[in-house]
């Protein structure tokens, strides 16, 4: 009795070595949109959180605005609940960007979303040490958005080393400069400053990153 061995049939061809190349490429590319998808949002809350909190600020204070002045108090009220949805909002989402991504990139997408919260409380807690020092109202409205931005601007070239985006490091760049320049404008020039080279940054870099990564995905 003769029995006929035959070699099991795969169901799917054997992909060729470019053809795999290209399904790798092609993932990597998916999760990297799927990292950087809610990155916009954190841009454009901070947009809207940098550019009415600081006109508001620059409206607080004597020689400000010289169409409408703001209580100082409300003011800052405003600026501080803008501040604080940003910091929430960056948070959450960046924690949100490593969700369903396991090993390095999950520990990196939460790490960034801490970030906001770890170095926003750090600033506030120093402006609190120098008020106890002695430094006056015109010294700490110069300190506080100076050291946000300088905050901010480094965790944007963290993101970028992190996922090699060219749109955050040239945001960090931008942010960090203008949080070293603006204090030269004096009180409070600075805070306008910040609303219009922050701000408009901030704005710019959102419709920028949300145009590639739709552009990534076609």
């Known amino acids: 009795m003769t029995m006929n061995s035959t070699p099991p049939v795969d169901d799917e061809p054997l ?96 790490i960034y979303g801490v970030s906001w919260v770890v170095g926003s409380a750090a600033v506030f807690v120093t402006g609190i040490a120098l008020s106890r020092a002695g430094a006056d109202g015109a010294l700490l409205s110069l300190y506080y958005p100076a050291a946000y931005a300088l905050v901010a601007g480094l965790i944007y070239l963290m993101g970028a080393a992190l996922w090699r985006s060219l749109d955050q490091l040239v945001l960090g760049v931008i942010i960090a400069v203008v949080g070293a320049v603006a204090p030269l404008f004096g009180a409070p020039t600075n805070n306008l400053v910040m609303a219009v080279l922050g701000g408009g940054a901030f704005l710019v870099a959102a419709i920028v990153m949300r145009v590639s990564l739709s552009r990534r995905a076609r």
């Open 15 to 110: 992909q060729s070595p470019d053809e795999a190349l290209a399904l790798i490429r092609e993932q990597q590319r998916s999760v990297e949109r799927e990292q950087l998808g809610g990155v916009p949002w954190i841009l454009g809350v901070w947009a809207v959180a940098w550019g009415l909190g600081f006109l508001a600020l620059w409206s607080g204070y004597d020689g400000g605005n010289p169409w409408f002045q703001l209580p100082l108090p409300l003011a800052g009220s405003i600026f501080g609940a803008l501040l604080v949805a940003a910091i929430v909002t960056s948070a959450v989402v960046g924690a949100r960007i490593g969700r369903g991504v396991r090993g390095d990139s999950a520990f990196s997408g939460a």
